[in-house]
């Protein structure tokens, strides 16, 4: 047998079949990372049509040997070639989840002779026991690869690798599903088929039914069945007489199923990756969303046990201060008191006395205090007050100093001390009184410096609240996202951090948000996604109940680099959309009435002229026919004059002065009726023009503002656009060209006879239809048979797309309100 290959290989293995390596340019498009890797054999050839398929599947499913399979195909390798190329590295003699690569290889395969180039994406296996980490990095390779300049912007079809013996979908299998369906746009559904391994030719009537039971969305043919193709990972089995038939078979299976899946793509259903690479920026955000939220509730807890221990120490140090200050002392002090001097002799006994210095100014005084020698000048020489002598007493009484036990506590002596500079007049124990001073100082300064950590505890608390809430509301908003744009908005990967926002939107108060995910959870935990959810939450060391705040608070974060700032966006545009977002909303609060009071004005306005135009309208024939009745009594008279004689001459008179009066009263009826027009058409232009006006005035601020928010981001409207300004001003020159079209229908005097004309009728008849009706509901033009009838359709048509500029404010404000 040759062992010599014509193409650029390495024989690894003489066979048979002889086992190649084909030799690769080998580039990393991460540059230093090395986790995303493209391999490419042949000379590239940008005019040859290139197919794009990313290739999934879970550890062991055979993923390797598949893609080896397609390059053979692809090759022109035959079985009786007696050879087998293979682009990837891995032995399959080893266990695949023992030889599984972190990293994505993008394989790029040009063969001159065929005119169609392949390239495959081959992402690791989920599901291996690296666990939930490993396979979430998968998401984070594949944001590289989609987001480079140099890598993979569209693709043709997702494959998944499982193998067709399968007859139920085990909670690892659904994992690797739910791994794979959450990193897609909803727009990637019919592009998404399955690659049966291991099949014996037969139909897989087993693995349907478990894709089937898990209500995968994918590719499905004209019997509502998966689209699949059937593959025998047989190819590099030893050759022998005895099985040569059987692996003859398979090797033709695989040529048959890679036949039917390149006509598969030959359609025309190439997908950009823009909406996946949007989910996948999605759900890295809130996975660090709901990671920094779980660190500032981790956080919150370490604060809430210091400020608790640091209020019990303030508390302490504050009673110890209190027990200082309420601490008695037995101390011995010097009173002054009156005594009575009658036991002395009677010469004696009488004593001027000051009662403000309560000292004794004159003994043996005999004088009253205004004459006493010891008085110069009406005060006293002697007491330390040198008081006046009104303050003295000449009695039968004087001072005299005792010394008496009393109990003071330290607050009281303490003022002592300040009131008299460390010279009281009392006797206790200074080395207590020392000890005691020295530990009430001490907690007091204890409790100052406690209590400035208290303050900014407080502080830094009322901070982690704020940031926690803005993350919360951060998350919910990025859920609300991926249930617009992701393949699977119930996907496992949302699901197992519901239990966690759940209750922490509850404590927001924000009932609506928590009802929404509340709707999405029961969705999440039918039975087709109970087994993913299980082994996520195994991946993730969780437990399938409810999160409660000790679990949160404990777990940390291990992606903090990825912290995400409001809608990817930076600080300043975050601050600067923040600020036109309040403004508003403000003014939608303030001016929303206002234009709702605009529009049903205005249909107030175009009702008032339908019942005038109808009022007009009938006034218009009824003076009509009264012309015409008494032109005809006229004539009649003047006709029969010449032949009445005698008492029929003043019947006659009597006729044509009547005849005279009414013809005059008609033609007044119908100047009255032309002037009635006219006024109401002044009405209805000035009425029309002081609404529009104030819509305009009311409406233009809050467009401006929202041009500076679609100028700053897109990530709040995405496609919404803030034209209201110039839908309104288009509807205002509309308004003025149909106005223009009804000052035809008013012109002036209606002659008798036009007064009668099928016009007036036709407008009645109009009138009717327009009274039947309402007044939101549209008609349509063609049914109407005059001008004023036309006129007034429009203007319902012109004032309720005004009301839908106004309904359509309300939903911008909706979005606005939750960034």
């Known amino acids: 047998m040759n062992t010599r290959s014509h193409l650029d290989a390495i024989l690894m293995n003489p066979g048979p079949p002889a086992l190649y390596q084909l030799n690769t340019d080998r580039k990393y498009i991460d540059g230093n990372q090395k986790k995303v890797r493209r391999w490419t054999y042949g000379k590239r050839d940008k005019n040859k049509q290139n197919k794009v398929i990313l290739m999934v599947g879970e550890t062991g499913a055979g993923k390797t040997a598949l893609i080896n399979t397609m390059i053979n195909y692809l090759l022109g390798v035959k079985f009786e070639n007696e050879e087998f190329y293979q682009i990837t590295e891995e032995d399959d003699d080893i266990e695949e989840s023992l030889t599984q690569t972190s990293a994505i290889t993008v394989y790029e395969v040009f063969v001159e002779e065929n005119p169609t180039s392949l390239t495959i994406i081959d992402t690791p296996g989920y599901a291996n026991t690296e666990g939930y980490e490993k396979d979430r990095e998968i998401s984070e390779y594949l944001i590289t690869l989609f987001s480079d300049e140099d890598g993979i912007h569209y693709i043709d079809a997702v494959c998944f690798v499982m193998?067709?013996?399968?007859?139920?979908?085990?909670?690892?299998?659904?994992?690797?599903?739910?791994?794979?369906?959450?990193?897609?746009?909803?727009?990637?559904?019919?592009?998404?088929?399955?690659?049966?391994?291991?099949?014996?030719?037969?139909?897989?009537?087993?693995?349907?039914?478990?894709?089937?039971?898990?209500?995968?969305?994918?590719?499905?043919?004209?019997?509502?069945?998966?689209?699949?193709?059937?593959?025998?990972?047989?190819?590099?089995?030893?050759?022998?007489?005895?099985?040569?038939?059987?692996?003859?078979?398979?090797?033709?299976?695989?040529?048959?199923?890679?036949?039917?899946?390149?006509?598969?793509?030959?359609?025309?259903?190439?997908?950009?990756?823009?909406?996946?690479?949007?989910?996948?920026?999605?759900?890295?955000?809130l996975e660090a969303c709901v990671s920094n939220l779980k660190e500032r509730i981790s956080e919150e807890e370490v604060k809430m046990k210091e400020l608790t221990g640091i209020q019990e120490a303030i508390k302490q140090h504050r009673d110890k201060i209190q027990k200082c200050e309420n601490f008695q002392f037995t101390v011995r002090t010097s009173v002054k008191e009156k005594v009575s001097t009658d036991d002395e002799w009677w010469w004696s006994r009488n004593q001027t006395c000051c009662n403000v210095c309560e000292e004794n100014c004159h003994k043996k005084c005999w004088e009253e205090p205004s004459n006493c020698e010891v008085m110069k000048k009406n005060?006293?020489?002697?007491?330390?007050?040198?008081?006046?002598?009104?303050?003295?007493?000449?009695?039968?009484?004087?001072?005299?100093?005792?010394?008496?036990?009393?109990?003071?506590?330290?607050?009281?002596?303490?003022?002592?001390?300040?009131?008299?500079?460390?010279?009281?007049?009392?006797?206790?124990?200074?080395?207590?009184?020392?000890?005691?001073s020295n530990e009430h100082e001490r907690n007091k300064k204890e409790s100052e410096n406690k209590t400035e950590i208290e303050e900014k505890l407080v502080r830094d608390l009322e901070k982690i609240k704020n940031e926690k809430s803005k993350l919360l509301h951060e998350a919910y908003i990025i859920i609300v996202s991926l249930s617009e744009i992701a393949l699977k908005a119930d996907s496992a990967f949302t699901l197992q951090h519901l239990d966690f926002l759940i209750p922490r939107l509850k404590e927001e108060g924000k009932d609506e948000w928590m009802k929404n995910l509340e709707d999405l959870r029961k969705t999440g935990e039918e039975q087709k996604n109970k087994g993913a959810l299980h082994h996520v939450m195994d991946f993730t060391g969780k437990k399938l109940n409810r999160f409660d705040n000790h679990v949160a608070a404990a777990t940390t974060s291990s992606i903090h680099h990825h912290r995400r700032k409001s809608m990817d966006e930076p600080p300043e545009i975050i601050t600067g959309v923040t600020r036109l977002k309040d403004e508003f909303i403000e003014l939608y609060e303030k001016d929303h009435p206002?234009?709702?009071?605009?529009?049903?004005?205005?249909?107030?306005?175009?009702?008032?002229?339908?019942?005038?135009?109808?009022?007009?309208?009938?006034?218009?024939?009824?003076?009509?026919?009264?012309?015409?009745?008494?032109?005809?009594?006229?004539?009649?008279?003047?006709?029969?004059?010449?032949?009445?004689?005698?008492?029929?001459?003043?019947?006659?008179?009597?006729?044509?002065?009547?005849?005279?009066?009414?013809?005059?009263?008609?033609?007044?009826?119908?100047?009255?009726?032309?002037?009635?027009?006219?006024?109401?058409?002044?009405?209805?232009?000035?009425?029309?023009?002081?609404?529009?006006?104030?819509f305009q005035d009311k409406i233009t601020p809050m467009a401006e503002k929202m041009k500076d928010i679609l100028e700053r981001t897109e990530k709040i409207l995405g496609?919404?656009?803030?034209?209201?300004?110039?839908?309104?001003?288009?509807?205002?020159?509309?308004?003025?060209?149909?106005?223009?079209?009804?000052?035809?229908?008013?012109?002036?005097?209606?002659?008798?006879?036009?007064?009668?004309?099928?016009?007036?009728?036709?407008?009645?008849?109009d009138m009717d239809k327009l009274a039947e009706t309402p007044i939101d509901e549209e008609i349509d033009e063609s049914e109407m048979d005059t001008k004023a009838g036309k006129f007034i359709v429009k203007m319902r048509k012109l004032i309720n797309q005004l009301q839908n500029i106004v309904n359509d404010l309300e939903k911008t404000k909706d979005k606005l309100a939750v960034y």
């Open 719 to 765: 496609e919404q656009d803030a034209t209201w300004i110039e839908d309104v001003t288009e509807l205002t020159r509309q308004v003025s060209e149909t106005m223009i079209l009804i000052s035809e229908v008013y012109g002036g005097f209606s002659f008798v006879f036009n007064m009668i004309s099928s016009e007036n009728t036709r407008t009645l008849d």
């Open 163 to 285: 193998k067709a013996t399968q007859n139920r979908l085990s909670g690892k299998e659904l994992y690797t599903f739910h791994s794979v369906l959450s990193l897609f746009g909803r727009d990637i559904e019919n592009n998404i088929v399955f690659l049966f391994t291991h099949s014996d030719g037969r139909h897989a009537r087993d693995a349907l039914s478990a894709i089937k039971k898990a209500q995968i969305p994918c590719r499905r043919d004209g019997k509502k069945q998966p689209v699949h193709f059937l593959f025998n990972n047989q190819q590099k089995e030893k050759r022998d007489k005895q099985c040569e038939s059987v692996l003859n078979s398979a090797w033709e299976m695989g040529e048959e199923s890679m036949s039917e899946f390149l006509t598969l793509l030959e359609e025309r259903n190439r997908k950009s990756l823009q909406m996946t690479l949007d989910v996948l920026k999605e759900r890295r955000g």
């Open 379 to 436: 005060h006293c020489t002697v007491c330390t007050g040198k008081c006046h002598y009104s303050e003295h007493v000449r009695e039968n009484k004087k001072y005299v100093v005792k010394t008496k036990t009393i109990t003071m506590t330290f607050h009281e002596l303490k003022l002592e001390y300040e009131r008299t500079g460390e010279k009281p007049k009392t006797n206790f124990d200074k080395k207590i009184y020392e000890n005691i």
């Open 594 to 694: 206002q234009l709702q009071q605009c529009t049903e004005g205005l249909h107030q306005i175009i009702k008032t002229f339908e019942n005038g135009c109808r009022f007009a309208t009938e006034g218009s024939r009824i003076a009509g026919w009264a012309g015409i009745g008494g032109g005809a009594a006229i004539a009649a008279g003047l006709a029969f004059a010449p032949f009445t004689v005698g008492a029929f001459f003043a019947a006659v008179v009597v006729v044509l002065v009547f005849a005279i009066m009414t013809f005059i009263s008609a033609r007044c009826i119908s100047v009255n009726c032309s002037s009635e027009k006219k006024r109401q058409m002044t009405g209805l232009r000035k009425g029309i023009e002081s609404e529009l006006k104030e």
